[in-house]
């Protein structure tokens, strides 16, 4: 796919889909999962922040798809590391914030990654990272370059039913 037109992520937490756009053109969207503990950026909250964001660094280019990670180092697989709560798998883009309220994402290891929890993709299961499918963020990770602006859109206030 030809990259033209500014790239950019799209995270909508309400719908758990996250949108590659080219321009104003979505191009691709995939299922994801946010933090199961909701938004914020407290540190050590495990919750996924909000807001404008880049990717920093991408980790894994030329790593078989289902390569699991410990501090951004390839494993070897085992069923014991498989077994494990929550795996970082496949690609790593790790973001970092670009407001006051989300300086801190880089330094919370905040990234859009695989899993070893795919059956989860959909619904909120993290620990504060963009989970995706390990199909889905190789393709994600080819599509889009360091730099890329990314942003985490919370659910939009409803109005209360007679309001």
């Not at 494990?84 to 006051?100: A, H, K, N, T, Y």
């Not at 390990?134 to 599509?143: K, R």
Request: include cysteine.
């Amino acid at each position: 796919m030809k990259k033209s037109g500014q790239t950019t992520i799209h995270v909508s937490v309400a719908q758990q889909r996250l949108s590659v756009r080219r321009g104003r053109k979505v191009v691709r969207t995939f299922p994801i999962s946010t933090s199961k503990y909701g938004l914020g950026t407290e540190e050590g909250s495990f919750k996924t922040p909000t807001g404008k964001f880049r990717v920093v660094e991408k980790i894994g280019a030329g790593q078989p798809c289902g390569t699991a990670y410990k501090a951004r180092v390839p494993l070897r697989p085992s069923p014991e590391l498989l077994a494990s709560d929550d795996l970082v798998m496949s690609r790593i883009l790790w973001l970092d914030g670009l407001e006051p309220e989300n300086a801190n994402t880089f330094d919370r290891y905040i990234y859009i990654h695989g899993t070893n929890h795919e059956e989860q993709i959909g619904e909120p299961a993290s620990h504060g990272c963009v989970r995706m499918r390990n199909a889905d963020v190789a393709e994600l990770f080819e599509l889009v370059d360091v730099g890329t602006q990314v942003v985490i859109a919370p659910p939009r206030n409803r109005r209360p039913a007679g309001a």
